[in-house]
């Protein structure tokens, strides 16, 4: 079956600090993949994609890049600020569900001034 | 409106009694999901619809829970004789068409549902 596992959090870290939020998945055939954030008191919505194996999704300053050979999506910010506290969420899509995604359970990131 | 609207965004209610929960999708989007969220879960897909197509039930825990949709515009999750297990946070979704791994997904903010 398709399913997304993601590192437990909550996540604390300092500003400026280097982020890593880790997320591995298991689907048959080819998915895309996609890190998605919800910001306090907001719905949420998508901070990155890629659709191929070696492709990077990248926005804001988080990237994260498609490992076919580790089934990973691990998502990375060089730098953090305050303004990134939030959860965020690694979800996968198939192809053939047309959109319906599916996401794992979502880690919750701190970010002290 | 400018994004997804739900409502109620809180509802609290006794266990066997039914509740409606309501979504606006952005105007023009053709497709609407329903994903629940309970403590401590990621999100769990419910159903599906687009455009005038059979929507996909596939996720639905139970026949207690339905939704309906009016052409393309708002969509209505019924749970029928609520249960404990059903207090969680009900996300609705929309987007513009459901292409092959868009993923580009719009949420409401939620309705959050409490049984009691």
């Known amino acids: 079956g398709n399913s997304v596992t993601q590192m437990e959090g909550p996540v604390t870290l300092s500003e400026e600090a280097f982020l890593t939020i880790n997320c591995t998945y298991t689907?048959?055939?080819?998915?895309?993949l996609f890190w998605y954030v919800q910001y306090p008191g907001e719905g949420l919505q998508l901070l990155l994609k890629?659709?191929?194996?070696?492709d990077k999704g990248s926005n804001k300053g988080f990237e994260a890049t498609y490992r076919k050979e580790t089934t990973s999506f691990h998502l990375e910010k060089g730098s953090v600020q305050v303004s990134d506290s939030a959860v965020y969420f690694c979800?996968?899509?198939?192809?053939?569900?047309?959109?319906?995604?599916?996401f794992g359970r979502g880690t919750q990131l701190t970010v002290w001034p | 409106g400018a994004g997804v609207s739900q409502s109620p965004s809180n509802k609290v209610t006794e266990k066997g009694k039914d509740v409606e929960l309501r979504c606006d999708p952005i105007s023009g989007h053709t497709a609407l999901y329903w994903y629940r969220q309970r403590l401590g879960q990621g999100l769990e897909f419910l159903i599906y619809?687009?455009?005038?197509?059979?929507?996909?039930k596939s996720g639905l825990p139970s026949d207690r829970f339905s939704a309906e949709r009016t052409g393309e515009s708002v969509s209505t999750l019924t749970i029928q004789r609520t249960q404990q297990e059903d207090s969680a946070v009900y996300l609705c979704?929309?987007?513009?068409?459901?292409?092959?791994?868009?993923?580009?997904?719009?949420f409401g903010e939620g309705s959050r549902l409490t049984v009691l």
């Open positions: 890629a659709t191929k194996a070696d």
């Open positions: 979800a996968l899509a198939r192809g053939s569900t047309l959109g319906r995604l599916y």
């Open positions: 689907a048959t055939g080819y998915p895309s």
């Open positions: 979704a929309s987007s513009l068409h459901a292409g092959r791994n868009t993923g580009e997904l719009f």
């Open positions: 619809f687009q455009g005038n197509s059979a929507p996909d």
